[in-house]
Structure formats: structure tokens, C-alpha cells
């Protein structure tokens, strides 16, 4: 079968791959994205915070994205049923829009740029040479040549694992977390109400659109088998010890679907080697309490097309410039990775819990003057 010869081959089409794939087009590189799955992925984030939105907003992307989702600024904490809390958002808030819509509305802006999509299609063997990805065949025998590869395949990224670098992952074993796609009740319409609990409970309610909401649970894994797997109608009786101001909720949740999702950090020894990068959470993974992964997944990408079409095919100048640019990203994530385990450690005990809070990081990505509203301001 032909070979293809490429700029740059980016594998996996989630946020970061598809996002890179389309700064990389704007600018002239010719970019294949292989994708194992039949199309743009479907499981994932909800919150794009202010950082995210800020390097959309960069690209003249903020006004797609914003048209259809829904804008919040207020999001309100609370442990065993009283408020402690509020994290306020300045300037237009975060933006609330299921992963697949937002992923799909890049991967249709990089249609007109001319990056191509080769969906279905796995990777049979990863060639390395030199220290550098050679060259990419697929499991029907296609072949793929690039000057650059990027792993944005996820965390069990195939790209880092030919590689050869190292990652660590810690699953967050005291929390199992589970999901559920609800009508919209007034209270999730109201506010995103985030409920903790000391007996090691957590319960998120928020709006998806007009008409409905997601609610993430989170519990002890021994309270799991009782609550979930057995059938047994316990899960109200839980919910009803700590979660005070949404009992509007309650109703649509017995009957629910609810998916379990596995949450893990995951940290790794390098972003690059030769001409390989990783992206997105093939390089890391935090606590999605922090809400932020994908904010620090576009800015990425973005420092990534500015050192890939600053190298211009020169592959010892594309080695420095990611060591030099890019490298330095794994500090920023390993403090997010940090605050992501302190925020899962510590959301029993309410003091713990609010000396651990950072709403700089929640609202900023970064550290500034707080803006939080302790609880006696709410009562
Ligand atoms: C439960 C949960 C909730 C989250 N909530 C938020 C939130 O509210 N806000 C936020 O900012 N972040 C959140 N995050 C983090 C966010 O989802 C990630 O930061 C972001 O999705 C990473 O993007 P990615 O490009 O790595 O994409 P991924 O969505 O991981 O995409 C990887 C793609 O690679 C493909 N792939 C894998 N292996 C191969 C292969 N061998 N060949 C070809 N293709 C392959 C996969 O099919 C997939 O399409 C959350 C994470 C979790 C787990």
C-alpha cells in the first residue's frame, strides 16, 4: 500500500489533537490526524474555564464555541449540607458544553483548512530510528511519514509508549466516580451546586443545555455495590444527608443511567523526544475537580504549533524549541496535578478542604488575589 508523507501527524482527534491539527492547517502545514474511533470522541469534559475560553478567543474561536453553550459565574460549595463557599468568575464566566460538541466544532473549522481525518484507523506499529518516529503504519497497511508526530492519543498513548517514556498513574481509589444525564430541574437551572460530605461523598448538579442536567456522583468504593450495583433505592437516602438546596433533583435520579468513570492523575518523565511530542492527557492527567485540564490542553497546543512552524522541517532547531518551550509545561501540570490529588484528599474535612481551595488556579489558571466568598457572606 502507498505511502503519505506529511508535515505533521497528530494521532487521536480529541480537544488537543483536533485544536493543534487546526492552528497547524491555518498555517499552511499539511496535517493527517489518525483517530482510532469512527469519529471525533464522545466522553469527556463539560467546563471550559476562563483560560480555555482566553486561548479560543486568540484563534477567533470564542464566538463558535460561546453561540450554543451555556455561560455561568457563579459556582456554590457545600459541606454536609451547609454553604461554605462561593467561587465567582469575572467577565463573561466559564463556558458549560459537552466535550463532543465542542471537539466536533474544531474538527469541522479544520475541514476548511485542509487537514485530513483518517478515522478508524489503528496503528498496527510505530517505527523509531535515531531516536525519532520514522514512520506510522496502520493496521489495513497504510503507511504515514511525518517531519513531526504527536501523541494526543489519550492517556494510554500508543505515541509515548514507542517512545519509551515513562508514566505514572494513580487512580483516585478513595473516590469512584459515577455519572448520570438528567431532565433540568429549577435548583440545577438556578446554580452548579457542588456538595461534599465527611462521610467521603461528593455531588455535583449542573446544566448541559435548556433541558437537561449532569450530576456526578462521587463515593466511598464500598458504599458502590450497595448503592449502584445492587439496585437497592438507597442512593436518595444518601444523597438527602448532605445535598440541602436540590431535592428538585431527586426524582430523576433513581431511574437515571449511571456510567462510571475511572479518574486517575498521570504524570510523565518527558513531553518530547526527537521529533515526537505528546499532548493533552497523553502527557497528563489531574482530579477533574479541578476543572482545568483542558484549558491547559489548548494553550499546549498552541505553544506546540508555534514551535513546530518556528522550526520550519529543521529537526535539530524542532528538538530545542520543544525542549525549550515545551518542556517547561510538564511544571505547570505537575502543580495542577498536585492541587487535583489535595482537593480529592481533602474534601471530607471542611477546613482542610477550604485551606487546600485555590480560586485563582479555578478561575485564572494561575495565582492571583483570591475571589471567593467565605459562607457567612452567603447566609
Ligand atoms: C471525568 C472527567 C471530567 C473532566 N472534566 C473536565 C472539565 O470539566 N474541564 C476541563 O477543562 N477538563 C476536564 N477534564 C479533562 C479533559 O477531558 C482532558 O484534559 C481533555 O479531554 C484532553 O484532551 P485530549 O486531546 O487528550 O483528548 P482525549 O479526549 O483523551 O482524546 C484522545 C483521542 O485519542 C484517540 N486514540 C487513543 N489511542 C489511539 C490510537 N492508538 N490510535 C488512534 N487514536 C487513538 C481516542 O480515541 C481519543 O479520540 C475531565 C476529565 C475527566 C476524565
Redesign the pocket.
Same mark, same amino acid.
Given at each position: 500500500m502507498a505511502t503519505t508523507s506529511c508535515d505533521v501527524a497528530i494521532?487521536?482527534?480529541?480537544?488537543?489533537?483536533?485544536?493543534l491539527a487546526l492552528l497547524l492547517g491555518r498555517r499552511g502545514r499539511h496535517v493527517v490526524v489518525?483517530?482510532?474511533?469512527p469519529s471525533?470522541?464522545s466522553?469527556?469534559?463539560?467546563?471550559?474555564?476562563p483560560p480555555?475560553l482566553r486561548v479560543l478567543a486568540r484563534h477567533g474561536l470564542a464566538d463558535l464555541v460561546g453561540r450554543r453553550g451555556l455561560r455561568r459565574d457563579i459556582i456554590r460549595y457545600y459541606h454536609d449540607g451547609d454553604p461554605i463557599q462561593e467561587c465567582h468568575y469575572p467577565e463573561g464566566g466559564f463556558l458549560i458544553r459537552p466535550?463532543r460538541e465542542l471537539?466536533e466544532l474544531i474538527y469541522t473549522s479544520c475541514a476548511m483548512e485542509g487537514v485530513d481525518f483518517w478515522f478508524d484507523?489503528?496503528?498496527d506499529d510505530i517505527a523509531m530510528g535515531d531516536g525519532r518516529v520514522e514512520e506510522l503504519t496502520l493496521a489495513d497497511g497504510r503507511r504515514l511519514r511525518a517531519g513531526v508526530v504527536i501523541g494526543?492519543?489519550? +492517556?494510554?498513548?500508543?505515541?509515548r509508549q514507542a517512545l519509551g517514556i515513562e508514566q505514572r498513574t494513580m487512580p483516585y481509589e478513595r473516590l469512584l466516580?459515577r455519572?448520570a444525564t438528567v431532565p433540568l430541574s429549577a435548583s440545577v437551572a438556578q446554580l452548579n451546586r457542588l456538595y461534599f460530605s465527611s462521610e467521603g461523598w461528593l455531588a455535583y448538579l449542573y446544566p448541559i443545555n435548556m433541558d437537561e442536567a449532569r450530576v456526578?456522583v462521587g463515593l466511598p468504593p464500598e458504599d458502590d455495590k450497595e448503592i449502584f450495583q445492587d439496585g437497592i433505592p438507597a442512593l436518595l437516602d444518601e444523597l438527602k444527608k448532605f445535598v440541602t438546596e436540590s431535592s428538585d433533583a431527586f426524582n430523576a435520579l433513581q431511574p437515571a443511567t449511571w456510567q462510571r468513570?475511572?479518574?486517575s492523575s498521570l504524570r510523565v518523565d518527558a513531553y518530547h523526544k526527537g521529533n515526537a511530542a505528546l499532548?493533552?492527557?497523553?502527557?497528563f492527567?489531574?482530579h477533574?475537580m +479541578?476543572?482545568?485540564?483542558?484549558?491547559? +490542553?489548548l494553550h499546549d497546543a498552541e505553544i506546540l504549533a508555534d514551535v513546530i512552524c518556528a522550526a520550519a522541517g529543521d529537526a535539530e532547531l524542532l528538538d530545542r524549541l520543544l525542549y525549550a518551550r515545551y518542556e517547561p509545561r510538564r511544571h505547570a501540570h505537575r502543580q495542577l496535578i498536585d492541587y487535583g490529588d489535595a482537593l480529592a484528599a481533602t474534601f471530607r474535612d471542611r477546613a482542610a478542604y477550604l485551606s487546600a481551595f485555590r480560586p485563582d488556579l479555578h478561575i485564572h489558571g494561575r495565582t492571583a488575589a483570591p475571589e471567593v466568598m467565605p459562607a457567612l457572606q452567603l447566609a
Open positions: 494521532v487521536g482527534a480529541g480537544l488537543g489533537g483536533c485544536f489518525i483517530e482510532q474511533g471525533v470522541p466522553a469527556g469534559a463539560d467546563f471550559l474555564k480555555g466535550y471537539v484507523a489503528s496503528i494526543a492519543d489519550g +492517556t494510554k498513548s500508543a505515541v466516580m455519572v456526578f468513570i475511572k479518574v499532548l493533552g492527557s497523553a502527557a492527567a489531574c477533574p +479541578t476543572g482545568m485540564g483542558m484549558s491547559y +490542553t
